[in-house]
């Protein structure tokens, strides 16, 4: 198929499952979309076990496998996604914010990689290196899954932008993370470097350059807002800068998604100020808005569908099970150890920490970079693994973190 086929297929069924979680499931629109995709693969596959000889799960695993859901994630769709949700995050909150949102993008990432790696190895029996590339892919809050639940949860503010902030930039310090632990564990594949120092460099390219490179981005674009009132123009100038942007960050080697990031905040909060007109302002929300809303039917109907790459056994349903609940006690530890770090110096809200435990979904991301492995021994279990966390996160904590908060959260807010 060619790639025009494959996108208006993929449109296509986002459109028509959509449709039946909308007049049956009635479940928020991703993740009923993805349950409808994911039955629609179990019914087929199961129906290819009944009937001798159909071989349609051979033929689907062929074209699923062919789209290349890691490219078309980290290097498409990522940009786009990371764009929009950071334009719609006040950065006059996020200030207030910024060092629960710092810890959490950085120790907890690093908490969470050690402990999920270290579990994994020792479930597994894999090299520890190779397992904390999984606690490296796994660890990150998927932003579009996050900012998708963040809709429906009707959260206080200064918890919906601690969530919303962290998932929005430990992302871009796990894909790092991972980068480097790749690096590491499988130097004979696509490795960006063998050695510490290496690691270090690179580290420091990425994070640090992909910050410096969307905010001169973002500003550039800015100033040339400045002197334009035509708001199709300006929302085409958004979307360059989304895209090319994020293109240039993998050209020249830096964090495209910490770019990404930095380049939507600035043009949500400066531009939207200083660089807009109401009317502007109006049509790049909504034009935004639609990207997200497309993207995130697409992206969770592509996951969906991916269960036709997955190769499962009764060894690998355990150790994904087992996964879970070491994502879990790894997110907990995520959030409360930056938290019981500030509780001196500030104070915090009801709920706080269950909250952001259960609220720290896993996504597509995750499965992408697991995708992205070079091939080994290792990289089905670990695809395999990562694929029923995502699964667990998604429809069961998004269904129920809503729930959860109205429970937990109903305190007046302290802060």
């Not at 996020?94 to 020792?122: C, D, E, K, N, Y």
């Not at 190769?311 to 959030?335: E, K, M, P």
Request: glycine share 10%; proline share 4%.
């Amino acid at each position: 198929m060619t790639l025009l086929q494959i996108a208006a297929l993929l449109i296509v069924l986002a459109g028509l499952f959509g449709a039946v979680n909308y007049l049956f499931l009635k479940l928020p629109s991703a993740i009923g979309i993805l349950v409808v995709a994911l039955a629609a693969s179990l019914g087929v596959m199961g129906l290819d076990a009944l009937i001798p000889g159909l071989n349609v799960t051979a033929a689907i695993r062929e074209q699923v496998i062919g789209i290349e859901f890691s490219e078309a994630l980290l290097e498409g769709m990522l940009g786009l996604l990371l764009f929009a949700g950071a334009l719609h995050v006040n950065l006059s909150d996020l200030r207030t914010q910024w060092a629960p949102v710092f810890l959490m993008a950085t120790l907890g990432i690093a908490l969470s990689t050690v402990i999920v790696g270290t579990g994994f190895s020792w479930i597994t029996g894999m090299p520890l290196l190779a397992a904390l590339t999984f606690g490296a892919l796994i660890s990150p809050t998927d932003p579009v899954a996050v900012l998708g639940v963040l809709k429906q949860a009707n959260l206080r503010k200064s918890l919906e932008t601690k969530i919303a902030g962290e998932s929005l930039f430990n992302d871009g310090v796990g894909y790092v993370v991972f980068l480097v632990l790749v690096g590491l564990a499988f130097p004979k594949g696509d490795a960006h470097g063998s050695g510490l120092t290496d690691a270090a460099i690179l580290f420091f390219q990425e994070a640090v350059g992909g910050a410096v490179l969307g905010a001169v981005l973002g500003w550039l674009t800015f100033r040339i807002m400045r002197r334009i009132d035509d708001y199709s123009l300006e929302v085409l100038l958004t979307l360059g800068l989304a895209f090319g942007g994020y293109e240039l960050a993998v050209w020249l080697h830096v964090s495209a998604p910490i770019m990404a990031v930095v380049a939507g905040l600035l043009i949500g909060e400066v531009g939207a100020k200083h660089g807009m007109s109401a009317e502007t302002r109006d049509y790049v929300d909504r034009f935004w808005e639609l990207i997200d809303e497309v993207l995130n039917a697409v992206l969770f109907l592509m996951i969906g569908v991916e269960v036709f790459a997955i190769a499962f056994s009764v060894d690998v349903f355990v150790a994904g099970i087992l996964s879970i609940g070491l994502a879990l006690v790894a997110r907990l530890a995520a959030v409360l150890v930056p938290i019981l770090i500030l509780r001196p110096f500030r104070e915090f809200g009801p709920g706080v920490v269950p909250i952001m435990t259960w609220g720290g979904l896993k996504g597509g991301i995750s499965v992408a970079l697991a995708l992205s492995l070079p091939d080994s021994e290792w990289k089905p279990l670990i695809l395999s693994c990562t694929y029923i966390v995502v699964l667990f996160s998604i429809i069961v904590q998004g269904l129920t973190v809503a729930p959860l908060a109205s429970r937990v959260g109903r305190e007046p807010e302290l802060m």
